[in-house]
């Protein structure tokens, strides 16, 4: 507590502004616990950057931890690039603090003879990764937070490729930025260096969304679309993309469009909670619309619903859409004779084999990465030799070609639209075709468990969770042996029938994974940007008619709901 108490009292000096300073008195002065959790670590930069509750202290965004990290960047990028005239995009998004917040990195980043274009208003997150190619910049910045609850706010760095930074470039970064004091931070910024962007920058975005997510297909008037922005930037975008490709009936839920860093009408933006999209299918059912689109604030994510067989609207998980898009867009790349053994798709470890399975059944290879889209971003830039046709992961994120090198819900919302009304316009529905692709492959049911771990404790339990299932491992799961077990932060894969050990070549991470002889597959992962460790279940079954899917499925189900017991979750 003394050395919490010591950090706490550097903010006390001149370095800091009075308001900051006389926050910090204040905790000081009354209330320890939220003192503790203010100052116990620095932020750091995890799977989606920084991320953390808006506060003065060093385990909060606020001016000086956004100020020090960008200062750090600001050096980096004069290392890497002396000789060059600099340039970085800045995007924020709809949160109270993005927009003042995206100002104090611009002033930093101008103060440091860089120039900026700073978007005008805010922008989804895509648009950003896209701007940073289109202006050829060295870098991006976004300010969000995806779709964590209101009081929280974050800074993810882009590099020159429009892809989330990665090895050497992130630890590089993070030692620049652990090397200052927060005295070294130039604030003062030069106006001159700081251009507004906005009209042009969506212009060609809209361009090359509608280039990459729309087909040679028929029935787009016929599809009865509802739009939710869940109170984010995607209204920004998605209503103009969807009218431009040539769907006329678009019926926005009202209630959700303006931005609103509240997100007064849902407990959580995030489209992967079905109570987020309950607003979006109650009016589904209403004008009977055949699908359901909902981006998370920064509209990286999509939620998507559709009607199932008997009528009534289904939520589709993250497995399920990026499954869908991926056959759509291969099998697109097959009808125009583009398919010649160089092309790939991208996948996560945490994520549905299925994709592998459509993938193979194609010629196509599956590049398999750890969680984020900043690693599908690093295989394009590793293999110009090979074409990327799409790739996704399980929480609810995709990206269709490789004009945006990060999870793209404006063209993915697009191309679900595309799949839909493909479908529609040939007597099936886009679930329907779902359970076809099904009986092609496997039927594999995912499910997730998160459990939230907050603060201090928080993190030591999660840290403990992972060393007791290291150090004593699964050998058998729902009455099937144990396989493989993949330990990516020590990158070995034991055969643990035969004790034969493999070395993973991919990044460490503190992840494990484990894989029986019936294909069933859990992962173990504590999340880089929130207080929780993820538990991710797969399962599949042959099916060989989709009349007997909702009897497969449950089977399945059930299996999953044993293992759960099972392991004690």
Request: net charge negative; with cysteine.
């Given at each position: 507590?003394?050395?919490?108490?010591?950090n706490?009292?550097?903010?006390?000096?001149?370095?800091?502004?009075?308001?900051?300073?006389?926050?910090?008195?204040?905790?000081?002065?009354?209330?320890?616990?939220?003192?503790?959790?203010?100052?116990?670590?620095?932020?750091?930069?995890?799977?989606?950057?920084?991320?953390?509750?808006?506060?003065?202290?060093?385990?909060?965004?606020?001016?000086?931890?956004?100020?020090?990290?960008?200062?750090?960047l600001s050096?980096?990028?004069?290392?890497?690039?002396?000789?060059?005239?600099?340039?970085v995009?800045?995007g924020?998004?709809?949160?109270?603090?993005?927009?003042?917040?995206?100002?104090?990195?611009?002033?930093v980043?101008?103060?440091?003879?860089?120039?900026?274009?700073?978007?005008?208003?805010?922008?989804?997150?895509?648009?950003?990764?896209?701007?940073?190619?289109?202006?050829?910049?060295?870098?991006?910045?976004?300010?969000?937070?995806?779709?964590?609850?209101?009081?929280y706010?974050?800074?993810?760095?882009?590099?020159?490729?429009?892809?989330?930074?990665?090895p050497?470039?992130?630890?590089?970064?993070?030692?620049?930025v652990?090397?200052?004091?927060?005295?070294?931070i130039?604030?003062?910024?030069?106006?001159?260096?700081?251009?507004?962007?906005?009209?042009?920058?969506d212009?060609?975005?809209?361009?090359?969304?509608?280039?990459?997510?729309?087909?040679?297909?028929?029935?787009r008037?016929?599809?009865?679309?509802?739009?939710?922005?869940?109170?984010g930037?995607?209204?920004?975008?998605?209503?103009?993309?969807?009218?431009?490709?040539?769907?006329?009936?678009?019926?926005?839920?009202?209630?959700?469009?303006?931005?609103?860093?509240?997100?007064?009408?849902?407990?959580?933006?995030?489209?992967?909670?079905?109570?987020?999209l309950?607003?979006?299918?109650?009016?589904?059912?209403?004008?009977?619309?055949?699908?359901?689109?909902?981006?998370?604030?920064?509209?990286?994510?999509?939620?998507?619903?559709?009607?199932?067989?008997d009528?009534?609207?289904?939520?589709?998980?993250?497995n399920?859409?990026?499954?869908?898009?991926?056959?759509f867009?291969?099998?697109?790349?097959?009808?125009?004779?583009?398919?010649?053994?160089?092309q790939?798709?991208?996948?996560?470890?945490?994520?549905?084999n299925?994709?592998?399975?459509?993938?193979?059944?194609?010629?196509?290879?599956?590049?398999?990465?750890?969680?984020?889209?900043k690693?599908?971003?690093?295989?394009i830039k590793?293999?110009?030799?090979?074409?990327f046709?799409?790739?996704?992961?399980e929480?609810?994120?995709?990206?269709?070609?490789?004009?945006?090198?990060?999870?793209?819900?404006?063209t993915?919302?697009?191309l679900?639209?595309?799949?839909?009304?493909?479908?529609k316009?040939n007597?099936?529905?886009?679930?329907?075709?779902l359970?076809?692709?099904?009986?092609?492959?496997?039927?594999?049911?995912?499910?997730?468990?998160?459990?939230?771990?907050?603060?201090?404790?928080?993190?030591?339990?999660?840290?403990?969770?992972?060393?007791?299932?290291?150090?004593?491992?699964?050998?058998?799961?729902?009455g099937?042996?144990?396989?493989?077990?993949?330990?990516?932060?020590?990158?070995?894969?034991?055969?643990?029938?035969?004790?034969?050990?493999?070395?993973?070549?991919?990044?460490?991470?503190?992840?494990?994974?484990?894989?029986?002889?019936d294909?069933?597959?859990?992962?173990?992962?504590p999340?880089?940007?929130?207080?929780?460790?993820?538990?991710?279940f797969s399962?599949?079954?042959?099916?060989?008619?989709?009349?007997n899917?909702?009897?497969?499925?449950?089977?399945?189900?059930?299996?999953?709901?044993r293992i759960?017991?099972?392991?004690?979750?």
């Open positions: 507590m003394e050395e919490i108490l010591n706490a009292k550097q903010w006390l000096s001149d370095t800091f502004d009075s308001e900051t300073q006389q926050e910090i008195q204040q905790l000081i002065n009354t209330n320890a616990d939220d003192l503790a959790d203010r100052f116990y670590k620095n932020l750091e930069f995890g799977t989606g950057g920084m991320r953390g509750i808006v506060g003065a202290g060093t385990n909060r965004i606020n001016k000086y931890t956004l100020g020090k990290a960008t200062q750090g050096n980096y990028l004069h290392k890497t690039y002396p000789d060059k005239a600099l340039k995009a800045i924020y998004d709809c949160r109270h603090d993005s927009e003042w917040l995206a100002k104090v990195v611009a002033n980043l101008s103060a440091n003879n860089i120039q900026v274009f700073l978007f005008e208003d805010m922008r989804p997150t895509p648009e950003l990764s896209f701007a940073v190619n289109y202006l050829g910049c060295e870098a991006g910045i976004v300010l969000t937070a995806s779709h964590n609850p209101p009081e706010n974050g800074y993810k760095v882009y590099w020159n490729d429009g892809g989330q930074i990665v050497p470039h992130d630890t590089e970064i993070i030692n620049e652990n090397s200052l004091d927060f005295s070294e130039s604030f003062n910024a030069k106006e001159e260096l700081i251009t507004s962007i906005g009209s042009e920058i212009e060609a975005f809209w361009k090359a969304s509608l280039a990459n997510g729309t087909f040679d297909i028929k029935g008037e016929d599809l009865k679309i509802v739009f939710t922005s869940l109170h930037t995607s209204i920004k975008l998605i209503p103009e993309v969807l009218k431009r490709a040539g769907y006329t009936q678009v019926h926005i839920v009202e209630e959700q469009a303006t931005p609103d860093g509240d997100f007064s009408t849902v407990e959580s933006p995030n489209p992967e909670e079905p109570a987020a309950e607003m979006a299918v109650d009016l589904a059912n209403k004008i009977d619309a055949d699908i359901v689109l909902g981006t998370d604030p920064d509209s990286d994510r999509i939620g998507i619903a559709v009607r199932d067989l009528g009534n609207m289904t939520l589709l998980n993250g399920q859409t990026m499954s869908m898009m991926t056959d867009l291969i099998n697109d790349w097959k009808k125009q004779g583009k398919l010649n053994g160089k790939f798709v991208g996948s996560t470890i945490v994520s549905t299925l994709v592998n399975e459509i993938a193979n059944s194609y010629g196509v290879e599956t590049k398999v990465g750890l969680t984020g889209f690693w599908i971003a690093k295989m590793d293999h110009p030799e090979l074409d046709i799409g790739g996704g992961e929480s609810f994120g995709y990206m269709v070609g490789d004009f945006v090198r990060d999870k793209d819900a404006v993915s919302a697009l679900a639209c595309e799949i839909a009304a493909d479908a316009a007597n099936s529905s886009f679930y329907k075709e359970l076809n692709l099904y009986t092609r492959h496997h039927l594999y049911k995912e499910h997730l468990i998160s459990l939230v771990k907050k603060g201090m404790d928080g993190a030591q339990q999660i840290k403990q969770m992972m060393i007791d299932l290291r150090s004593n491992p699964l050998t058998e799961i729902d099937t042996k144990v396989e493989y077990l993949y330990d990516y932060q020590s990158s070995i894969r034991k055969n643990v029938l035969t004790g034969e050990e493999t070395t993973l070549d991919i990044p460490k991470s503190n992840v494990l994974i484990y894989k029986t002889e294909g069933t597959k859990i992962a173990a992962r999340s880089g940007t929130e207080p929780k460790i993820k538990f991710y399962v599949k079954s042959k099916l060989y008619d989709i009349s899917a909702k009897e497969v499925e449950k089977e399945l189900d059930t299996k999953i709901q759960i017991k099972e392991l004690n979750l």
